[in-house]
């Protein structure tokens, strides 16, 4: 593996400019959707490596694309149709960044870490599949935790050329994924709001109708049905307003809950339990409930290609990295990401790296932003970025590899794109 050599001496190269890269975004925080100082960063960034970048990529001001090969940025010069031909036919990887932050938290689902890896991986994979004739891009994609930012590109027509698509994730403790990658459920947002009457809750409570009585009506109606749904499922919820005084029969009170499940199919019939609670609780309560099911996209669950993430492994082992087996019984319920959307269209890979932190440390807690500007994430950064990399590379070069993967895909269903 010659070639992974020369990526992990580019990768290393790259070292100052990822650790700044992620630095600054830890310490400058956006939310999704706001990402505007992030994305011109890593513009900035990619144009130092003369590399240019689109800004405002899919409809999205804050989703970026980068793109070389033919008809890419390392190939400016190609006669008009031409470098169209070769485009269509050139194999085609897409590496995924993420940087969107928490509310409240900042990085501590480590997007910051996502962006140095994907960052990291395209400038030092991008000479080579240019050279070997293939295409190579680096995806930004906005609002991973609360808009579906790949589903709209998904639907924007983003990936409409893309052959197979990769990201990597940090997690918590020293350890990496198994080979088959991170394990994810589906989840959809469901919105409710319930309408009633008011009235003077101690004068004249006869009059009005309890909006918040129906808030809590369903709130109770989930925590009854959490007792008849699969191990694989999950749901929770928050009342998002419960009224504005005591002493005034609430009109209006609203929750939002998330829908959980390992399985599209299961995904869709949870959410259709999940809004009959809502409607019931209207009845029982005299009040009006307006629903919103899927007020950002549905994430769907993670379909992990073998095949890639195989590679994937083997790259990360080269670099001493030990690589666990799967674990013998599949852990129940899990997070989401909107990279399973992507996974359904294009053959791909989301496997995940410790960090070298604490093993009681773990995303979403903001001591976890914290291990991502520390030395031994950067050493994590760098061995991610060279895996993705050489994945990349064997991705474009080897065309039993691109065989496998696609023969995978087809086995599992082919594309599919949600649709309600």
């Keep these: 593996m010659a070639e992974d050599i020369e990526l992990g001496q580019r990768v290393d190269a790259l070292r100052p400019d990822l650790t700044a890269l992620v630095r600054d975004l830890y310490a400058h925080p956006e939310i999704g959707f706001e990402e505007h100082a ?121 990936f409409d050329d893309v052959d197979a698509a990769g990201m990597v994730h940090p997690a918590g403790g020293s350890g990496t994924s198994s080979v088959l990658g991170q394990r994810t459920t589906g989840v959809r947002r469901i919105g409710v709001t319930y309408h009633g009457r008011a009235a003077h809750a101690a004068g004249a409570p006869w009059l009005g109708r309890n909006a918040l009585d129906g808030v809590v009506t369903a709130y109770q109606g989930v925590a009854q049905l959490r007792q008849h749904i699969l191990p694989t499922d999950r749901i929770h919820g928050i009342i998002t307003d419960g009224g504005a005084a005591p002493n005034v029969v609430p009109e209006r009170a609203a929750a939002l809950f998330y829908v959980r499940s390992a399985e599209i199919d299961t995904l869709r019939e949870l959410t259709r339990r999940v809004v009959a609670v809502l409607e019931g609780a209207a009845i029982s309560t005299g009040t009006r409930a307006e629903i919103d099911v899927d007020p950002v996209p549905p994430y769907l669950p993670l379909q992990t290609n073998v095949a890639l993430t195989e590679r994937w492994a083997a790259a990360l082992t080269a670099r001493g990295r030990e690589v666990p087996a799967p674990p013998a019984v599949v ?3 899990g997070p989401s990401t909107d990279m399973g959307n992507v996974s359904r269209v294009v053959p791909s890979i989301h496997p995940s790296i410790g960090l070298g932190g604490p093993d009681d440390v773990f995303p979403h807690n903001a001591d976890f932003a914290d ?50």
């Design 38 to 158: 992030t994305v011109a960063r890593i513009a900035a960034l990619l144009a130092a490596h003369g590399v240019p970048a689109e800004v405002g990529a899919y409809g999205l001001p804050t989703a970026l694309r980068a793109t070389v090969g033919p008809d890419g940025a390392s190939d400016p010069g190609a006669a008009e149709g031409a470098g169209e031909d070769a485009a269509a036919s050139a194999p085609h990887f897409a590496i995924i960044a993420e940087y969107d932050a928490l509310p409240g938290v900042g990085h501590a689902c480590g997007h910051n870490i996502i962006a140095g890896i994907a960052v990291g991986a395209f400038l030092a994979a991008a000479p080579v599949v240019a050279r070997l004739g293939g295409r190579l891009s680096l995806i930004g994609t906005p609002a991973e935790e609360n808009g579906g930012g790949k589903e709209l590109i998904i639907r924007a027509g983003g």
């Design 331 to 333: 852990p129940q319920g």
């Design 371 to 420: 291990l991502t500007v520390l030395p031994a994430a950067l050493d994590a950064l760098v061995d991610a970025a060279t895996a993705l990399a050489a994945t990349a590379v064997a991705y474009v070069s080897d065309p039993a590899l691109r065989e496998a993967a696609a023969a995978e895909f087809a086995a599992a269903g082919g594309p599919y794109r949600w649709e309600e």
